[in-house]
Nanobody
Framework: QVQLVESGGGLVQPGGSLRLSCVAS????????MGWYRQAPGKQRELVAT???????NYADSVKGRFTISRDIAKNTVYLQMNSLKPEDTAVYYC???????????????WGQGTQVTVSS
């Protein structure tokens, strides 16, 4: 049993900042890559940022230079620092992680429930 729980979402004015957190809990052997996705109303879910076990990061062009993804391996936690927020950043943000729960099976991807981020005056 694996759970991903996000926190840190909310309402912020344009130009403001938010920091999202996602904690993995339950029984598992290892966590591989972790990342953040978002889905705005009427749009498909899109990749925001990912980070590997070695700390290699990848960002969508739309957030590059404004968002920073990081992780604390000891705490099974991934973060997303969002600065210079724009109205178009408004979306539900989902945590995603590739996790191995048993040596008999290949690792699979798990999703959090999502947290709402609204950027508005």
């Amino acid at each position: 049993q694996v759970q991903l729980v996000e926190s840190g979402g909310g309402l912020v004015q344009p130009g403001g900042s938010l920091r999202l957190s996602c904690v993995a809990s339950g029984s598992f052997l290892s966590i591989n890559a972790m990342g953040w996705y978002r889905q705005a109303p009427g749009k498909q879910r899109e990749l925001v940022a990912t980070i590997s076990t070695d700390g290699i990061t990848n960002y969508a062009d739309s957030v590059k230079g404004r968002f920073t993804i990081s992780r604390d391996i000891a705490k099974n936690t991934v973060y997303l620092q969002m600065n210079s927020l724009k109205p178009e950043d408004t979306a539900v943000y989902y945590c995603n992680s590739n996790i191995r729960v048993d040596w008999l099976y290949s690792p699979r991807y798990y999703w959090g429930q999502g947290t709402q981020v609204t950027v508005s005056s």
